[in-house]
Nanobody, 122 residues
Framework: QVQLVESGGGLAQPGGSLRLSCEAS????????MYWIRQTPREGLEWVGS????????TYADPVKGRFTISRDDAKNTLYLQMDNLKSGDTGVYYC???????????????RGQGTQVTVSS
């Protein structure tokens, strides 16, 4: 069955970095757009960024643009989120997801993992 398993969350100080990973199985990872979304206390569920098949294009939400980088390793069926210059507003649960509709408002995704907690605090 489809599985998306996130890891790498934890506690970071403002200005610090974390790298999240998402191991995918049960579907043709190489053929899918992949997404990172997050649930924050302030904004609720929001889209973070997307990566095209083959990693040929990435797009980011304005709040994370220039600080977060999405990448993928299709040989390992793994998605990554490098988060730099973290801010307290980045605190939340981060999910990898696939088959998402981004029409404004909360993203609607057919598949997502169980999430990993990121806490940014001094």
């Amino acid at each position: 069955q489809v599985q998306l398993v996130e890891s790498g969350g934890g506690l970071a100080q403002p200005g610090g970095s974390l790298r999240l990973s998402c191991e995918a199985s049960g579907f043709p990872f190489v053929s899918e757009w992949m997404y990172w979304i997050r649930q924050t206390p302030r904004e609720g569920l929001e889209w973070v960024g997307s990566i095209r098949q083959g990693g040929t294009m990435t797009t980011y939400a304005d709040p994370v643009k220039g600080r977060f980088t999405i990448s993928r390793d299709d040989a390992k069926n793994t998605l990554y989120l490098q988060m730099d210059n973290l801010k307290s507003g980045d605190t939340g649960v981060y999910y990898c997801a696939t088959r998402c509709l981004l029409l404004g408002g909360p993203p609607k995704c057919e598949r997502r993992g169980q999430g990993t907690q990121v806490t940014v605090s001094s």
